[in-house]
């Protein structure tokens, strides 16, 4: 399989657990995105790594959210001290920098449950 | 005011004809913008871009944009059930395609 992965798809945590998602992107893709969409809206940006910079960081994302992309390839996305407000699907994105448009491609996403 | 405004529908349409999906943007910098095809417990996924002003046509979706009223459409024609799915209008405020602003979806229900 060739397109963007994430693990796990689903994750049940209790208020205050700390959780960790990983994104593994298509292997030739510089660019990640990670998204947060709850239902009946659209995705809502997070931030977005270029290579192993952290480019930009939604405003969104508290001092309890935390992505790394250490090599510039899998992204890890980390929400310390989880609040019911969490709980959403977790959607990461994956582009290359060639081309005259950037697509994005999205993963399966995983889904955050938090009790 | 949202950066991305779509009507939430439904939007109910019979098979075979145009179904057409709307979305207004507030920044007036926005430089392209995407129509996403989004199925029910799935992701997203590209189905049209465009950069400029006028019409972009691709097999049976014609994409519309005027930044002067700053307003993108979608048409698609000889509408199937399989199109019934929720439509996410997307903007960049570059083509650098950094930060991808999305609308809250149309969903579009394509009656047999």
């Known amino acids: 399989d060739t397109g963007v992965s994430q693990d796990p798809r689903h994750k049940i945590t209790k208020r205050g657990q700390n959780v960790t998602f990983r994104c593994d992107p298509i292997s030739e893709h510089n660019r990640l995105y990670w998204y947060r969409q709850t239902l009946g809206q659209g995705p809502e940006f997070l931030t977005y790594f270029q290579n192993e910079a952290q480019l930009e960081k939604s405003r969104l994302l508290s001092d309890r959210f935390s992505a790394e992309r250490p090599k510039g390839s899998f992204s890890t996305l980390e929400i310390q001290r989880t609040e019911q407000g969490d709980s959403a699907m977790y959607l990461c994105a994956s582009s290359s920098a060639q081309g005259s448009y950037i697509e994005q491609f999205f993963g399966p996403g995983t889904r955050l449950t938090v009790l | ?112």
């Open chain 2, 1 to 112: 005011q949202k950066e991305v405004e779509q009507n939430s529908g439904p939007l109910s349409v019979p098979e075979g004809a145009i179904a057409s999906l709307n979305c207004t943007y507030s920044d007036r910098g926005s430089q392209s913008f995407f129509w996403y095809r989004q199925y029910s417990g799935k992701s997203p996924e590209l189905i049209m871009f465009i950069y400029s002003n006028g019409d972009k046509e691709d097999g049976r979706f014609t994409a519309q944009l005027n930044k002067a009223s700053q307003y993108v459409s979608l048409l698609i024609r000889d509408s199937q059930p399989s199109d019934s799915a929720t439509y996410l209008c997307a903007v960049n405020r570059d083509t650098g395609g950094f930060k991808t602003i999305f609308g809250a979806g149309t969903r579009l229900f394509v009656k047999a």
